[in-house]
């Protein structure tokens, strides 16, 4: 399995606060994802990094950004949490893109009330 | 964002049966990729297609890249208990970054 972790794997905060999920690696890959899944929507992407400091929007990228000051860590920070984050987001990495695939961490459950 | 169609949404089959499933797109696509996951999981990468036509098999898995590149089709033979899960296709959007997921079949399978 590729090292990927994620913390917290479970968290529930109430609407307003700011959140940060934490994705890290030990892969050293160049390429890592932040998606978010929900019922009748698959998996979309939310933002990504092809290196250090480097980042790009994805799908959804609205009320969410990310940093990415080590290879290993990719950070995804929602400023003022709303109802509609409530999901479950993946990190994923990949080596060249992903075009070869990529492999997604365990998940983590974000409820917000 | 692109749309990705799986279908069917949800197969309920006998151990043993051979399944289908297929993903289209509205647009063209250059990579197609299929992907399982189990419950409480990420998504796992079973095959990745790049040309059209390409037919590739991973075990009892086959999957094929269709010539339109606007849909791809996921066989899974003599189903057993563990092909449990949700199925995924995934296409690129041209630049190899951004992929599109469906929104997946669920397949149950009944001993």
């Known amino acids: 399995d590729a090292g990927i972790t994620q913390s917290p794997r479970h968290k529930v905060t109430e609407t307003g606060t700011p959140v940060t999920l934490r994705c890290h690696q030990t892969e050293n890959h160049r390429y890592m994802y932040w998606y978010r899944q929900d019922p009748g929507h698959g998996l979309r992407l939310i933002h990504y990094?092809?290196?250090?400091?480097?980042?790009d929007k994805g799908e959804v990228s609205d009320g969410y950004s990310v940093s990415r000051s080590k290879t290993e860590d990719f950070l995804l920070t929602l400023e003022s949490a709303t109802s509609s984050q409530t999901s479950v987001y993946f990190c994923?990495?990949?080596?060249?893109?992903?075009?070869?695939?990529?492999?997604f961490g365990p998940g983590t459950r974000l409820t917000v009330t | 964002g692109q749309q990705l169609n799986q279908s069917p949404q949800s197969m309920f089959i006998q151990e043993g049966e051979d399944v289908s499933m297929n993903c289209t797109s509205s647009?063209?696509?250059?990579?197609w990729l299929w992907y399982k996951q189990d419950p409480g999981e990420g998504p796992v990468l079973l095959i990745a297609l790049y040309k059209a036509g390409e037919l590739t098999s991973n075990g009892r898995l086959t999957a094929q890249f269709g010539i339109t590149r606007k849909d791809s089709f996921l066989n899974i033979s003599a189903s057993i208990p563990s092909d449990v899960g949700i199925y995924f296709c995934a296409g690129d959007s041209n630049t190899g970054n951004q992929f599109y997921f469906g929104t997946g079949t669920s397949l149950t399978v009944i001993p």
């Open positions: 647009s063209i696509f250059n990579t």
């Open positions: 990094s092809y290196g250090v400091k480097d980042t």
């Open positions: 994923a990495i990949s080596e060249g893109g992903g075009r070869l695939g990529q492999y």
